[in-house]
């Protein structure tokens, strides 16, 4: 057993937090807050097939999509991530089919339950989704983000037949979870529930402050 000769005062902590190593600080409202001071909000847009447009239309399309763009004044990316398409809504209700099915269906349907398990498992059935990320600086930026995104999400659905929304708290938690955990992404759903980040508590470095 150690006396008090031979412990050793507590060694204050200088490594980082968890939080710390993260490329982000919060996430409320719709918009992400990087450690850098930067306020990042963007709009989703959903597939749009091309092929099924004329020509005209399809130029039409392209040209709207660049106004929107070109009328942006602040730093822009687009982002492309696949997402896993759930599956577990179309599985249950062929269960329920097989249930009730007759004798001669019922292999054919087995046969492809089987199948569609197996592509679940194998996570190829995926769709893409797309995302347009704006960065503001300064103290304005969320009030600034929250007047002019709308805005570009309208600017956008100008282009006939496409669908967009100003991205929301669910939106950014699953597209950080499609970033960091793409290979879970496929058999997990998104966490939900924990709209704020935990905040990160420092010890004061005076010896007997909180």
Known sequence: MLTSRHRQPLARTTGKAAQDWLPLR????GLLYRPD????????????NLSLKSATEQ????????????ALDKPW?????????DLDAYLSQLDTM?????????????????WVHALVRSGEHSERRYYVLVVRQGADAPAEHRQHLPQLAGDIVRARGMQVR?????????LLFLA????QAAVEQVP??????APVYQRADKEGSA
Do not use: C
């Not at 960091?180 to 290979?183: A, E, L, N």
């Open 59 to 70: 130029q039409a399309v392209i040209a709207a999509v660049h106004a929107a763009l070109n």
């Open 166 to 174: 100003v991205m929301s708290d669910a939106d950014w938690r699953e």
């Open 26 to 29: 919060d996430l409320h409202d």
């Open 37 to 48: 001071g930067a306020v990042v909000g963007g709009v989703a847009v959903a597939p749009f």
């Open 98 to 114: 097989l249930q009730t099915a007759d004798q001669r269906r019922k292999p054919v349907l087995r046969d492809y339950l089987q």
């Open 192 to 197: 939900d529930g924990l709209p704020r980040l």
């Open 77 to 85: 990316q687009i982002v492309s991530a696949y997402r896993p398409v």
């Open 180 to 183: 960091f955990h793409g290979q």
